[in-house]
């Protein structure tokens, strides 16, 4: 049996140890150390957690543009990700940002951090330095983490504060039915692309399929955007695909098995 099989099996079957999957690897370190960070985080004044939270856009940027050391790992994006959220959990009501935050501020600051990464990536491409930057110890998960962890936040703020008169918006059923559902399989969309067995045959595969990149800046991002939705799309098909097939008729019976078990003990 080939090496590389063994590798890919090995990474397969214990994923969170050899951190197969970054998140998931950074989650369970988050979930073990969580005790940790809840004591600090209730025993610091509010000025040392704001500090705390400013600090951490600094190290993340430094794990890409500083030619030291690089302090950002994915346990630190983890973790400032939780920091942020119990931030806003705890004073989110008095923070003066949520009284001038809207849900179309919050989609311009999503676009605006796809433009930045994206012209980002246009320089080094422009520069021929792609592949060297991927395979650096300062290429980190989402290339400038604070960009996403400020969007999430953002969301989350104004979901956390719940201002009727000005935030929320009934939606139709239907179209919530939709949004659930399809949640549901968010996650099988990034097991499937980082699954280490297909993840350099699927990307491959992509790239064969896309056509060329055109070459005007504008162009760059509309394309990275369009090309972006349409694999996430065809990725979220075939999680709901896996889902349906596999998932779900292995876990009904076993489902079934365990209520009744636990029907058995109580009735005993």
């Not at 080939?2 to 950074?26: C, D, H, K, Q, V």
């Not at 600090?55 to 942020?84: E, H, K, Q, R």
């Not at 300062?138 to 703020?157: C, K, Q, R």
Request: some cysteine; glycine content about 2%.
């Amino acid at each position: 049996m080939p090496m590389s099989l063994i590798r890919e099996a090995y990474l397969s079957l214990l994923p969170t140890f050899n951190g197969t999957y970054w998140f998931i690897t950074a989650y369970v370190a988050l979930v073990l150390l969580s005790p940790v960070i809840n004591a600090a985080f209730h025993n610091a004044s509010r000025k040392t957690l704001a500090f705390a939270l400013a600090l951490s856009p600094v190290l993340s940027i430094m794990a890409t543009v500083a030619l030291g050391p690089v302090l950002w790992t994915n346990l630190t994006y983890a973790i400032t990700a939780y920091l942020y959220g119990a931030y806003i959990r705890t004073y989110g009501k008095d923070m003066h940002i949520a009284k001038r935050l809207s849900p179309l501020a919050v989609a311009a600051l999503i676009l605006s951090s796809f433009v930045i990464v994206s012209a980002f990536y246009y320089v080094l491409d422009d520069l021929s330095a792609v592949p060297k930057f991927i395979h650096s110890s300062h290429h980190v998960t989402g290339t400038l983490p604070i960009l996403p962890i400020l969007s999430v936040s953002a969301i989350f703020l104004i979901i956390h504060n719940d201002n009727p008169s000005r935030h929320a918006t009934k939606s139709p059923s239907r179209i919530r039915n939709v949004v659930y559902h399809a949640a549901k399989y968010v996650f099988g969309v990034y097991l499937i692309h980082e699954n280490p067995c297909i993840k350099n045959a699927f990307w491959d595969a992509i790239s064969r399929l896309l056509p060329p990149a055109p070459e005007l800046g504008i162009a760059v991002v509309l394309f990275g955007v369009v090309s972006v939705l349409m694999i996430y799309l065809s990725l979220l098909l075939a999680a709901f695909i896996i889902d349906s097939a596999i998932v779900r008729p292995i876990e009904k019976p076993l489902m079934k098995a365990k209520l009744l078990s636990t029907i058995c003990q109580k009735s005993n």
